[in-house]
Each structure stands twice: as C-alpha cells, then as structure tokens.
C-alpha cells in the first residue's frame, strides 16, 4: 500500500474520521526555476546538471546572487526546498576562483555536520578540485586535528566545538581566520532561548578574532519558517542580513490530519493516551510497509511507543532515536535511515532537523510539539523524494493540544512565531565575555557587541575580582582556569550521568544530563533504551553514575518534583481592572501583572509505576535526591484577595488559581515559539513579594531566555486563547483539555475560570 491507497482508506474509516478534526491536502506545486548563472565556475553548473539540477529554484538562484556580492543573507523556506545549494553553490564558488579562502559550516547536531561533509565530499571528488573539507567535532581523532586546522578548506563543526575547541586555540587556527571568507549557519530556528543566547555571545567572540586576523565573513544562514527570521539573524550574528523567504522549489501532494483520541470519561473530560492512539496508527501504516517515523515528547514515550510497535508489527525493522544514546548508536541508526533498512522510527526532536533520514511517506507528531515551526519541521520529514506523503497530528489530553485539535485552522491560517533570544542576559553575557578576555586582551574602549555600553562596566567588575589584569592598556586574563569549560551551551550544567550496564561488564549504554537525571535514573527507576527495561539499582550522585540491570518488566515510572519559587526583584508591572458594566463606570482594581527575577528551588520527591498498555498506576516510591536552585526571569499575577473571593467563594481561590496556572503554562507556548518544558508555571497561595494570592510563570532555564518577557507583553493574547480553550472544551466540570482534574471541588471552577480570565483578556 501507499499514501494514494492510505488516505481513501482512513477517509472511509468512520472510527477514525470521527476523531478527525481537520485534514488538509496540499496539492503537488510545480516549481520556479531560474537558469545557472553565467559567472558559475563551469564545472559546479556541469556536477550540478550531470546528477539531473539542469536549473535553480527561485531561491537557489537568489541566494547565490545575495552572497556572491558579499551580503549577508538569510534563507527561510520549508524543508525539503534545497536550501543546501543556497550556501553550497557560492561558497564552493569562491573557492574554485580563490585556492585560499576558507569556510566555516556550523550546525546543531553532529548527525547535520555528517550528512553535509558526506554531500560536500562528493561532489568534490566528482569535479576533481583540490577543495578539502573535514569536519571538526568531539569525534575528530587529535591525530587528524592538525591537518583540519592546516589544510581545510571547508570546516565543517557545531557551535559548542566552536566555543570550546576553536576559538580558545585561535592562534593555531590562523589560516583559518585569516582567509575566512563564508560562515554558514544552518538550521537557524534551533538557536532560540538558553541555546540561542549563548550562541549570539558564540558569534560575537569569532566576529571579535576574525576582525583581529584581518577577515570580514560573510553570513548565509538557513531557516524553517519562522515569524522573524531577518532580525532573528541579524540578532544572532549582530551584521544587516539580506532575507530571502520566496520559495521556488516544487512540492508534493501532502495530507495534513489533526487526531483527537476519543473521550472515555465524558465527566472527567479524560481522553484515550496519545501515546497508545499514536501506536493503533503507527502499527496499521507499519504493517503495510508504509515508512514511518513517529515524534514523541519525552524519553520515556519514545521508549513506550517503541516498544507498542516491537510487540504489535512483528518482523519489522523499528528503532527509537533520542539524546543520551552513545554516538555510535546513532550513527547506526542514521545509516539504517539513509538506506532503507530501517522501517519505523520513534524519536524526540532529535530528528526534526534536515538530516536525510531517507524516505518516509508518513509522519505521527505523538503531542503538539509546542510550535507550529517545530510541527511543520516534524511533518516535513515525510514526503522528501517527491512522491505524496501524510502527516498526522494525535492530540494529547493538555490544554495545549485541545485547543490545537478544537482550533485546527490555527496550524493552516496562523503565523508562524517569532524566534526569541536574550544574548545580553547578564549571566550568559559575564561568561562569554570571560571567554572573549582569554582569547584576546580587550582595550578598555572596546565594546563586546556595538550597542553595548556596559562592557568597560564589566571589565572593571572582572578586574576587582581578580579574574583579569588591566596593564599595558589592556585587560588580560588572570584566572588559572580555561573559562569556555566552565560552560556549557545547551544547559545550565557541564555534568553528564553515565548509564552502566552491571550484567555486561559495566558497559556504557547511555547518558542523561543533570537536570534530566534525578526524574529518570533515580534509584529504583526504570530506565528504557530501545524498548528494553532497566532497573537501576543504584544511582551514585557524586560520580555521576547510574548502576543498571536488564529486567522484562511491565511497567515504567514517572518521577514528580516539588518546586518553591521566590520573588527576589520587581521590574515592571501593568494593572488589570474589573470589566465595568453599563450602569457602574466605577473601576475596581483585579490584578496586577509584574516582571522581574526569582528563585527557583526544585527537589524530586516520589514516583509513580505506570502498567503498560493499560496505564495504570501500581503504586510509588520516594525520591531521596539533592535539591537544585537557580535564578531566573518570571511574569507573574497578583490577585486582589477580595477580588478573587468574589469569584466563587475563598474556599475556591486556591481551584481557580490552579485552573489558570495549568492553563498559562500550556497555552503560552503557542505564543512564545518554546518549548512547554521551557516554561513551568505555579500557583501561590500569598505571594512572598505581596503577600497577595499570585500565579507566576517562569523560564526554566538559568538566567532566563527572554520567554517571560514575551508573555509580559502578551498576555492578553495568550488570556484570550485560554478563555477559548476553556468555552470549547465539552467537559463538564474542567479535564486535563481545559483546566485541569477538578476532582476535588464542588464549585463551578471551570465556568469561574472564564469569568476569571475575561480581566486579561478584554483590556
């Protein structure tokens, strides 16, 4: 069977259609093409026409004009649209007219630098150049380090071997510096929030050593569809970017469903798992021999819904592909993909980006991914060899995915949202600064970034502290240690937890990062790898390790946290007042909603053992872990006490506290381009700040990443949304889909959380 047999059949399939709430068919598109420009060395147009790209798209074309007259330039159009060529086509250029310039690739993930350095490797061995290309990574054995540095061309690396393995050793990186002529960036949607922020500190230190070694780069820089994708770039890389957003290239018939998984308990709103829904989908396109990969949002799901599909599409190739699998595992995975031998694949995000991953006709987004840009990067994974493909949103049971599957024109008609960094986050800011002091002396006039007046500011507060050394009208570096060490770019932590196997000879079959560890390794949990079970016997805090055995068990567990946050600072504040009706034009005072700076302690307590297949609760078990603590930036409501009684009683305050907590954190999303696990947000009973009843919202990253900032300035946006999420959900009394379980409460809670959040959403 293929997409053209599947979709007739799931449409003529009343228990499936009737859980459908929009399918879209995108019809196949003919491209726009444009001729290879004359000025081209002959022997690119000639590799490029002999493997059958007789003309360019649209784009392509652009693209290569922007950058052969040395603009900085931004490519955004949607996957699978030959973006490569965009950069690849003038790059390769240049250096066929000039034997000496280098380039610079960067990209997120190790797997993206494989497949490029793979596409790059051949066609220079096709036109026969002597163009040398290596990539640059952790992997990168140190014998072969030298000839990178000597002898590439093209150097072909992530950002964090940029911050830690390069730029630190300049001064032995100096052909590279001094003939750098093309910095490429792909992928630029990934580097938003904690990740985003550092690598615009990332950019500004090389921009600072290419200036010192005489070279001026050029960017190209290549994006999924973003709301903001110029000045995302030129915040990114601090320089003016020319945007190019109109796309030539052809697309394929596609088929776009949402799936809400049925009610099974009217009362309680409670709907069928997405996760076993995603699995009765998975199995009946797995079965006949559709390629499929499916999305999930967690570690744990990935495992579960890998292991669903091992036990119901028996014979069939099916592999789980997440972070924490060691990098040769991924490797075999990734080559499984590219060559068909694999037939199923379950994966985090850790497959959104372009890596060719083969060719998948279907695609399953087992939960909203939290953006509409992340969902469409998912659905693109599917339908990349021309040929019709389907994609199929499972709604879970938050407000999040309810408000997607009850509002599905929201995905076709809706913006995509804007990419949010905060480079100058003073936490972020003091390290890479730090960073750019060990790799060259500053001059006490000298800015970090041009707006960036505050910079001498710092120097003179890292020189009180001993870190650097004003003499010979220079700060110099004093410190002993290696500062880009210290930090990571990705997380808060350095530490990873090791995984280790005790019935295989203490092999290491995996890692966790810190923050993820005490929720997933904890003694007594069950770690899932590939679908098999671990019991993890011990875990060791202070080595950083996990002490695991294999075991056929019929559960997995769920670890909870507690969490305390503390209002340390004010910075702004808007006020909210009672909608005044037409006979009283008095305004009373509702709400206040501030900005500031928190701190935030979190300590894992319990878990829960969850049956497979049936989900089942059989019972739990303590936590006994450190506590961890961070500062960070928040948005938070303080409730007028009188006010909030006034809607259902003080007995009910702490419900409809709750209901809007649950409701911010799963609808703010939408709005903010994040991730929901960027985010956590809480209800107070009083507020350590002002003593008043208060809901806050936090960005769970170190520091903060811009996100509570946003919400600030849209929170009636976001108000109106959950209002709406509220009114269509057909519930009862409040569900998972609107504001929660509301088990315990007698009181109207989800009528009154309406009423409630009209104060927002009506200013």
């Known amino acids: 069977m293929n997409i053209s047999q599947l979709a007739p059949y799931l449409k003529e399939n009343e228990e499936f259609m009737k859980n459908v709430t929009i399918w879209v068919t995108n019809d196949a598109k003919e491209g726009r093409y444009e001729p290879f420009p004359d000025t081209i060395d002959p022997r690119l147009a000639a590799y490029y026409k002999g493997r ?10 652009r693209s290569y004009d922007s950058v052969t007259a040395k603009k900085n330039t931004v490519v955004v159009t949607p996957t699978a649209s030959g973006k490569t060529l965009c950069y690849n086509l003038p790059v390769i250029d240049h250096m066929l007219k000039n034997e000496k310039a280098r380039a610079l690739y960067l990209f997120p993930t190790k797997a993206l630098a494989q497949d490029q350095m793979a596409e790059i ?127 030539g290239a052809p697309q394929s018939e596609k088929h776009l469903v949402v799936y809400n998984p049925p009610v099974v308990n009217k009362q309680l709103g409670i709907r069928s798992s997405s996760v076993k829904e995603a699995a009765s989908i998975g199995t009946l396109i797995l079965k006949n021999k559709i390629p499929c990969i499916i999305f999930a949002r967690s570690r744990v799901r990935v495992e579960v819904l890998t292991n669903y599909l091992k036990e119901r599409v028996k014979g069939a190739k099916i592999v789980s592909y997440r972070g924490g699998y060691l990098p040769n595992e991924r490797r075999r995975i990734e080559h499984g993909l590219r060559h068909g031998e694999i037939e199923g694949v379950v994966s985090t995000n850790a497959l959104e980006l372009g890596i060719d991953i083969g060719m998948l006709d279907a695609v399953i987004s087992a939960g909203y991914p939290g953006s509409i840009s992340s969902l469409f990067q998912q659905f693109g994974r599917a339908g990349r060899r021309g040929t019709p493909s389907i994609a199929i949103l499972v709604a879970t049971s938050s407000p999040l995915d309810q408000y997607i599957a009850s509002n599905p024109s929201f995905l076709i008609t809706s913006s995509p949202e804007r ?240 209901a809007l907590s649950y409701l911010f954190q799963n609808i703010a999303p939408v709005f903010t381009f994040c991730d929901v696990r960027d985010i956590h947000s809480m209800q107070m009973a009083r507020s350590n700040y002002s003593g008043k009843p208060a809901v806050v919202i936090y960005d769970a990253i170190p520091g903060g990443a811009g996100i509570a900032e946003r919400i600030f300035e849209i929170l009636p946006m976001i108000a109106d949304a959950a209002l709406r999420a509220v009114e269509q959900c057909p519930c009862e009394t409040g569900c998972p889909g609107c504001i929660g379980p509301m088990i315990d409460s007698e009181a109207p809670v989800k009528k009154l959380a309406a009423q409630l959040l009209r104060i927002f959403a009506v200013e």
């Open 52 to 61: 059958g790209i007789t003309e360019l798209y649209l784009h392509q074309k």
């Open 419 to 658: 990419a949010t960094i905060n480079p100058d986050n003073l936490l972020v800011l003091m390290d890479h600064l730090k960073c750019a002091a060990f790799e060259l002396p500053f001059s006490p006039d000298e800015r970090f970034a041009a707006h960036l007046s505050t910079t001498k500011e710092m120097l003179d507060f890292l020189s009180q502290q001993g870190v650097l050394k004003f003499t010979g009208d220079r700060y110099h570096w004093m410190e002993q240690i290696y500062p880009a060490n210290e930090i990571s770019l990705r997380t808060a932590s350095q530490e990873n937890f090791v995984i280790v196997d005790t019935t295989r000879n203490n092999q290491v079959i995996g890692e966790i990062d810190y923050n993820a560890a005490p929720t997933l390794i904890h003694t007594d949990a069950i770690y899932l790898h590939q679908g098999q079970q671990f019991y993890v016997d011990k875990l060791d805090w202070d080595r950083r390790t996990a002490f695991v055995h294999a075991i056929d068990s019929d559960y997995y567990t769920d670890a909870q946290s507690k969490v305390d946050v503390h209002i340390i600072e004010d910075f702004d504040c808007r006020q909210f007042a009672l909608p005044s009706s037409s006979a009283d034009q008095t305004v009373r005072p509702a709400a206040a909603l501030h900005r500031g700076e928190v701190n935030v302690r979190e300590k894992a307590m319990m878990f829960k053992k969850i049956r497979f297949h049936t989900h089942e609760n059989l019972g739990w078990g303590k936590i006994d872990l450190p506590e961890s603590e961070m500062h960070s930036s928040a948005v938070w409501i303080d409730f007028e006490e009188d006010v909030l009684a006034s809607f259902g009683g003080r007995e009910n305050s702490g419900a409809l506290l709750y």
């Open 121 to 247: 490797a051949a066609l220079v061995d096709a036109i026969g150049c002597d163009i040398r290309t290596f990539t640059f990574d952790g992997d990168t054995p140190a014998t072969a380090r030298k000839a990178v540095r000597e002898a590439g061309n093209i150097v072909v690396s992530n950002p964090d071997m940029l911050h830690a393995g390069i730029l630190p050793h300049h001064s032995i990186w100096t052909k590279l510096f001094e003939n750098l002529s093309h910095i490429v960036i792909d992928e630029l949607h990934t580097y938003r929030g904690v990740f985003g922020s550092h690598f615009a500190n990332v950019i500004r230190r090389l921009k600072r050593i290419c200036a010192f070694y005489g070279s001026n780069p050029t960017f190209v820089l290549c994006s999924a569809t973003i709301a903001n994708p110029k000045e995302h770039a030129e915040n990114l890389t601090g320089a003016e970017v020319h945007l190019i957003d109109e796309n």
